[in-house]
């Protein structure tokens, strides 16, 4: 599925990235800030609605991991939200500097009715992440961790 | 700031609990404390209104998952209702619509408690 109208590709374009930042505490009463920044640009990308709630749930659920897991809760640290957008994808790094993810102890929930057994609800923000976005990365970089998400623009994203 | 809020209504086939807004990992704690309340006043024919739901992540769906069974074993059961499409869709991406009823209507949740039908 296309999400743009057919555009004509020059190099200018296809080089051209346009990048916005956002800086929060680490605290969760701000996920909705970041919500907000995620939607008013995918929606000046062009995407459809239901791709917009997509990246948005899917950065929710990573800001929402850096804080419980990478800064383990504590409120006072801070998450850098970039955003690059070129003709290609829209691509959202969360940098922060607490600890990185571990994906060797990430373990992914069974399914629905073995949390529901287990009477526990977390887990599923790697799932949903997954699921939602094209690319999910994570990097240690040179004095910060990253998340790096990223929502194809054109052909074979996931819809 | 994400804005939520729950408010309680007793019918005499369910407890309602009518949510409004954005459910998040910041929030997600006053809907545990909401079920919790109705559990500790005996009510476990859970009605979850999300007509005016606009958002729901993982951490709002995790409150479901962790007291359905508790509400199950006590003869009673979360019916999730009114949801709006991309609302909707979260609950639907872990499955939910396979192991909660998940109704288009108040009424159709009442209507299946009235009728016994407590597990789904």
């Not at chain 1, 004509?8 to 605290?27: A, E, G, H, K, N």
């Not at chain 1, 997954?130 to 970089?141: A, F, P, S, W």
């Not at chain 2, 609950?91 to 108040?106: E, K, R, S």
Request: with cysteine; proline share 3%.
């Amino acid at each position: 599925m296309s999400y743009l109208k057919p555009v004509v590709f020059s190099d200018l374009m296809i080089q051209q990235t346009m990048q916005y930042s956002l800086r929060v505490p680490s605290d969760k009463r701000y996920l909705a800030d970041v919500r907000r920044f995620i939607e008013a640009h995918a929606s000046i990308a062009g995407f459809p609605e239901f791709a917009i709630e997509h990246i948005k749930l899917a950065v929710d659920e990573a800001c929402t991991n850096i804080i419980d897991h990478a800064y383990q809760r504590k409120n006072t640290e801070a998450i850098e939200v970039v955003i690059a957008v070129d003709v290609l994808a829209f691509r959202i790094s969360l940098r922060h500097r607490g600890i990185p993810f571990q994906r060797e102890q990430y373990h992914r929930p069974q399914d629905l009715r073995a949390s529901i057994n287990a009477r526990k609800g977390g887990g599923w923000g790697v799932f949903l992440m997954n699921k939602l976005m094209d690319e999910v990365d994570y990097r240690i970089l040179d004095g910060y961790n990253e998340v790096y998400l990223v929502k194809k623009r054109l052909l074979n994203g996931k819809s | 700031m994400s804005s939520f809020s729950v408010t309680f209504r007793t019918t005499p086939a369910a407890q309602i609990l009518d949510l409004s807004g954005e459910l998040d990992a910041h929030t997600a704690q006053d809907l545990e404390v909401a079920i919790q309340t109705s559990l500790s006043n005996g009510k476990f024919a859970l009605v979850i209104n999300g007509a005016n739901l606009r958002y729901i992540s993982s951490a709002g769906l995790g409150v479901f998952m962790a007291f359905v069974e508790e509400i199950r074993e006590n003869g009673g059961d979360i019916k999730i209702v009114a949801l709006q499409p991309q609302v909707y869709d979260t609950f639907d991406l872990l499955g939910f619509p396979h192991l909660f009823d998940v109704l288009p209507t108040i009424e159709e949740a009442e209507a299946k408690f009235m009728a016994g039908e407590l597990r789904h």
